[in-house]
Structure formats: structure tokens, C-alpha cells
């Protein structure tokens, strides 16, 4: 009797921990729905705009720039454009005040496709931009063919055309219909894809594409493009100690610097605004496929935030890293501003 009363008590309190513990996920997730109800609109507006400003100041190639490193830059502020439209606007802030209605119309399948396209697009562009300034830095005979806006170009438009191509897979995958709940799952996905292996490794080979792969490509060409710096710095400053000019800049050295400082700000600011979206995307096809570990759904939820601000964040690195960028900005900010106070005052 005693015994049962101890295993008794031992089921009684494991299942109160269970209870409270499930108690404060609840507490978490909705702490932060209210937060996204004030973050999202709030990130929509600043979304549109810096991505609109850069689009403008980079256009007008007056940043001192090369003309395929501005490519680049642009196609990944028109990606991420896209994003804060589709995703942020048609997705997010829908779902963050509940608009239920939006589950009687039956286009969340295609909606889907376009998303998960513009997506891969921003991602991949970042990982074709960390490329070409691998080639600019470490390659130096091959930087004359390859850095160019001809092959910027090629490359951006074969990027679009396979994301878009890969990604036509999710209308099948999805239904037509929004989640009736409108809640972080987006699209209705019946119970047969969920746990269907077929379905479960074709999301898990997107999750690895997108952003799986280009992490670990990203942060393969930064190392190989460090190793290289370093290197040519210690060969270049026993040249000039050799040629006693070493109390001179050296204008080399100088544009390898500037062009490191833009490729890891943008480097790092995806790898570090991606990581949890992709840890939990990851986790939730192996846990449908297994039904194995558990993770709370609020990280989701802000692994969703902090991918959505990847989209906001470009502009501030290019005003911090590139002086000419910032002087461009200054200019389309403050002109306007300045003739429309003139104009009210006067």
C-alpha cells in the first residue's frame, strides 16, 4: 500500500510539471503574439521603405561600387522587397490579428509557391554575392571574366528560374486553403503529406536547400576568402617592410578590407537572423516523420521574426560599411524632407 501511494504521488507530481510547464509555453506564445501584433506593421513599413531607398540609391550607381557587386545588391533588396510583401503583409500580419475570413479564399497553395520562391531567391542571392567576393578577393585571374554585370546577371536569372522550378512542388504538397486557425502553419496540410516519407524528404531536401546548404557554403567561402587575406597581407607586408614603404597605406590592402566588412555584415546577419527558423523547420519534418523530441511552437514564432527582420536589415550594414552609400542616403532622405518642410513653412 505504501508503495502505491509513493508511485502514486511520484505520477501525481510528474504530471503537475507536465501541466505547469505546458502552462508556460502557453504564457510565452502568447506574450508573444501580442508583441507581433505591434512588431509586424511596424516592420512592414520599415520593410518597404529601406528596401525601396536601396533600390533607388544603388539604381543610380553612385556608390562606388563595381557594377556587378551593385547587381547583387539589388537583386537581394528587390528579393527582399518580395518578401516583406508576400510573407510579412499577406502572411504574418494576417495571422497576428486572427483575420479569419482569409480561409475562404483558396489560393493559399500559390501563394505558397511565390513565397517559398522570392525566399530562396533572397537566400541565394546573398549566397551568390559572398561568391562573387570570393572570386574579387582569392581569384584574381578569374575576376576580370567573372565579376561582371553580364554574368551578374546570367547568374541572378538562373537562381529565380530553379527556385521558382523547385518550388512548384509545395502546390502539391499544400492545399488551396489557409489554416482554419490562422495559426504559424500557413497553408492546410493534410495528415497523409505530413506523414508521408515521399513528401517528408522532398520538404526536408527544401529545408536543406533553403537554408540548409547555403549556410554551410556562406561560411565555407568566408573561411577560404580569410585564409587567402591573410596570407597575401603577410606576403605584401614583408614586400613593403623590404621596400621600406611600410609607414604608407596600402591601397590594396585597403579595398580588401572594405570589401571583407560588407561580405561578413551581410554573411553574418543571415547566418544569425536564419539559424532558428532553419533549426525548427528542420526539427518539425523529422518530428512528423519520426515523432521524435519536442519543441515549442513559439520558437517558431520567433524564428519567423527574426527571418522576416533579415529583410530590414541590409540597408543599416550598407549606410555603417560603405561611406559613399551613406551620403547617397542622406541625400534621398533629407532633400525631400527639407523641400516639404520649406514648402509647409513658407
Known sequence: MLNWSVSEAIVLDTSSSIVSQGMNVNLVFAAIQEIEKIYYPI?????????????????RGKC?????????????ASADLLVVFLDLILRQIPIAYQLRSLKFIPVCNIHAVLLYAVTDC?????????????????CQKLKSRYCTDRTAAWVLGTVAVLSTSKDTSWYFMLT????????????????????SRFWGVIELLHNIFTPGLPFVLILLLNVLTVRDILVSSRARKRLRNESNVNSQKD?????????IILLFAISGNFIVLWSILMTYSMWWRIFNMAMYGYMPVFVLE???MMQLLSCCTNTCIYAITQR??????????????????HYIKY
Request: hydrophobic share 50%; proline share 3%.
Open 176 to 195: 488551396a486553403w489557409y489554416w482554419r486557425n490562422n495559426s504559424p502553419w500557413f497553408c492546410y496540410m493534410e495528415t497523409r503529406i505530413k506523414i
Open 251 to 259: 591601397p590594396e590592402m585597403e579595398s580588401r578590407r572594405k570589401s
Open 302 to 304: 520567433i524564428g519567423f
Open 324 to 341: 559613399n552609400f551613406r551620403k547617397q542616403l542622406i541625400n534621398v532622405v533629407y532633400i525631400p524632407l527639407y523641400k516639404i518642410v
Open 64 to 76: 562606388g561600387l563595381s557594377s556587378s557587386t551593385t547587381c547583387y545588391l539589388v537583386a537581394m
Open 43 to 59: 516592420l512592414a513599413v520599415v520593410g518597404v521603405s529601406v528596401n525601396v531607398v536601396t533600390i533607388v540609391i544603388l539604381s
Open 122 to 138: 533572397s537566400v541565394w542571392f546573398t549566397v551568390a554575392f559572398t561568391f562573387d567576393r570570393f572570386i574579387v578577393i582569392c
